[in-house]
């Protein structure tokens, strides 16, 4: 992203509180929940974790009334995030509920922590919807490298007690790892952001089982059940029917 951003010869003059807000957004936005995530699902299933994660509409919908200008609560909202939720609960199975109302000792940590990557990921979305007057690859482009430097220390940690053995498939790994799911993503997360608001962007819980089904049925031959295709177009309807009002609107 700073290749790019210096490629292009992007020109931007930033005030010490619009870094700080900008380095909190790298913290609790990419940092703290990439890490969270990734501790959790040794311990839970990853159903469970994406059941768990996709509660981020829910709290986008009331962060957003207190702490945005212009992305309030509406009734619409609140029932097309509720069929959203419906959707999800179609695909990965009801069963799932159970394993998360269930309290054992070794995994209510795990689950507890899914849900404090959700709000950091809510809390970024709603810190970079304030921000106006700044493009959105320098926006990326900070937070990003703000995150890369807060993980320097701990890299340098792990590295010097358990030292990573690198070959072409690792380093190759990471590229796309940095490059597509980070850097492109977070260009389009901050995109979406500025244009239709971070509730509308809250959806990306819902959506993930969607992709994650199609790409299971196109590349390991996965059957898609009945119940897949109803939460699947429960999700679909969710998003369409939360923004009607907007076009309404417009």
């Known amino acids: 992203m700073f290749s790019y951003f210096k490629l292009k010869n992007y020109k931007i003059n930033l005030s010490i509180n619009l870094l700080i807000l900008i380095f909190i957004i790298g913290l609790v936005g990419n ?3 990439f890490y969270l995530i990734s501790w959790s699902e040794q311990y839970i299933k990853s159903n469970t974790a994406g059941l768990l994660l996709s509660i981020a509409p829910i709290f986008t919908l009331l962060l957003s009334h207190f702490f945005t200008k212009d992305d309030k609560f509406s009734f619409r909202k609140f029932v097309s995030i509720l069929v959203g939720l419906l959707g999800v609960l179609f695909i990965i199975g009801f069963n799932t509920l159970s394993n998360v109302s269930s309290r054992q000792s070794g995994d209510f940590l795990p689950k507890l922590v ?5 709000l950091g990921y809510v809390i970024s979305a709603i810190l970079a919807y304030n921000i106006k007057n700044i493009s959105t690859i320098a926006l990326t482009t900070f937070v990003t490298m703000f995150a890369a430097l807060i993980s320097i220390p701990f890299m340098i940690f792990v590295e010097y007690n358990n030292p ?9 790994s990471l590229i796309y790892l940095g490059l597509f799911p980070t850097a492109i993503a977070f260009v389009l997360r901050f995109h979406i952001i500025s244009k239709a608001g971070p509730i ?4 990306v819980a819902y959506l993930i089982p969607v992709f994650a089904i199609f790409w299971g049925y196109i590349f390991l031959k996965e059957t898609i059940t009945f119940n897949t295709l109803i939460g699947v177009i429960l999700i679909l309807f969710g998003v369409f029917f939360s923004q009607q009002s907007n076009v309404q609107n417009t």
């Open 114 to 118: 899914i849900m404090i990557a959700a």
């Open 31 to 33: 940092f703290i929940p």
């Open 200 to 203: 509308f962007l809250s959806y």
């Open 164 to 172: 990573s053995s690198f070959n072409f498939n690792s380093i190759s």
